[in-house]
């Protein structure tokens, strides 16, 4: 029995919940003698695949065909996979295989192609079935509150002169998501997108570059939540920097060779702040953000338990010239913050690469012996390990709740409780608080603050811990 047209794989792909979908392929003898087909089965009983041409003891002679039609009526939105058994009395192929798959699929479906004008939360979710493009010259403003699923590897692009405003909110997120988690999707690509893109309040999660570039460049398989980059391939011809504003956001569970969670390059300087980058991989180095050939602001952010396989767990610079400022890096692997060299020289002003007020905590800063240490301004960073600079400093930052991954700092004046929603008080305070570089404004501490930044995530935020000791009085 053999073969069956037109392949051994039937894909019923992408079929709306409560509706169904068909499969048809004909199998054929292509032998010299006649065969019976006995029978054909799906031995998962409780399978969403079912079978609509039943076949008992059907004799096919030399060159016969014989049309299978298989139903998907998906329950769930999920990747599809089960398997047709058709048992013959062929004597080299008694049980032939066929595998079967199909994917359920809810929402507004977004099929492969340009996108422009208006998601909204009404209509979604909105399902991806195909890579797609913002329009050259459009915009593709998304709501508060919209989830985005990619039911397939596929690839979201914002090229030139297109923008991506995907504003969420602090209750109503936005989502970027896979139908299946373990397949992935592609990520978002930044390409020659210059600086108008803005994500805030958005999670993007189970994006996944695979570990060859099938022939595409680096574009491929580095980056995996967000890829910043330029391209001399892609209109207009020559890179043009990507520097979206990355704000509020969440970026976890995502993976790449380079660059797991955030990867930027081709002179981009994105804005990086107040986001959470957490339990993202890099097969090499990078594991939350990898930055190589770019700039920008670094601030602000819990970057914790990501792992890469090589070097550089958490942030890592090559040839980069980023201000780190204000970040809570803790327990990634192998290293917190891995810095090379960058590509400034000692009389541009720009040179010493600030390294400010960060708690580097439960991993530690690699530094390469083979450039000057002075390319980077590290100072007034609580880090484990120890490092000389000036307000550098070595001890336990008394996190309020590390093991539940709330890295606010105990005060004694009351610390920020990220669950309940309120100010709590502790029975001991953070040395990390006031512990800032005096020169760094205070920002957005709340009352009482010691007119001195914390170090940390929090530190200048709404959210900063507050002081036990304002002008020498003691704060009830």
Not at 328 to 338: E, Q
Not at 347 to 376: C, H, S, T
């Amino acid at each position: 029995m053999s073969p069956i047209n037109p392949s051994i794989t039937g894909d019923a792909g992408f079929v709306l919940l409560d509706t169904e979908s068909s499969i048809s392929f004909d199998v054929v003898n292509t032998g010299k003698i006649d065969f019976n087909i006995e029978s054909l089965s799906i031995p998962d009983v409780n399978s969403v695949f079912s079978i609509v041409t039943p076949l008992d003891n059907h004799l096919l002679a030399p060159g016969d065909s014989v049309t299978v039609e298989i139903r998907l009526n998906p329950a769930e939105e999920k990747i599809y996979t089960d398997t047709l058994e058709i048992h013959s009395s062929s004597s080299n192929a008694p049980v032939k295989s066929v595998s079967l798959r199909g994917v359920g699929i809810a929402g507004t479906i977004i099929p492969e192609g340009t996108v422009r004008g208006d998601w909204t939360k009404a209509e979604s979710p909105y399902t991806v079935t195909g890579d797609i493009e913002i329009a050259k010259a459009r915009t593709l403003n998304i709501e508060p509150g919209v989830v985005v699923k990619f039911a397939g590897h596929f690839k979201f692009t914002i090229g030139y002169r297109a923008t991506l405003t995907a504003l969420g909110t602090e209750k109503e997120n936005i989502v970027f998501t896979a139908t299946d988690t373990d397949e992935g999707w592609f990520g978002l690509r930044f390409i020659n997108s210059s600086d108008e893109d803005k994500l805030e309040y958005c999670t993007i999660e189970y994006a996944k570059k695979p570990r060859s570039s099938g022939g595409g460049g680096y574009e491929n398989i580095m980056g995996g939540a967000i890829l910043c980059c330029g391209s001399w391939d892609a209109e207009p011809g020559y890179i043009v920097p990507s520097s979206p504003t990355i704000d509020h956001c969440l970026i976890a569970n995502n993976h790449a060779e380079y660059g797991g969670g955030i990867m930027l390059t081709d002179d981009s300087e994105a804005a990086v702040t107040n986001n959470r980058i957490v339990d993202n991989s890099a097969d090499i180095g990078g594991a939350a953000m990898y930055i190589v050939y770019g700039g920008g602001t670094i601030a602000n952010n819990i970057v914790v338990h990501n792992n890469a396989g090589i070097i550089g767990g958490g942030i890592m610079t090559w040839f980069g010239w980023p201000s780190i400022i204000n970040n809570t890096i803790v327990h990634n692997r192998p290293s917190g913050l891995h810095l090379e060299m960058t590509p400034l020289y000692p009389w541009d002003p720009d040179y010493g690469r600030p390294v400010l007020n960060n708690i580097i905590w439960q991993n530690e800063i690699f530094m390469a012996d083979d450039f000057p240490k002075e390319e980077y301004d590290i100072r007034f960073n609580n880090i484990q390990g120890g490092w000389d600079g000036d307000g550098n400093i070595e001890v336990d930052p008394l996190f309020a709740d590390p093991e539940n991954r709330d890295y606010h700092l105990k005060s004694e004046a009351r610390h920020w409780d990220q669950v309940r929603k309120s100010w709590v008080i502790d029975e001991e305070t953070s040395p990390c608080i006031d512990a800032g570089d005096p020169d760094s404004p205070v920002g957005d501490e709340p009352a009482f603050h010691g007119d001195r930044i914390n170090m940390g995530a929090f530190g200048g935020t709404p959210e900063a811990s507050k002081s036990l000791e304002i002008s020498g009085h003691i704060v009830n």
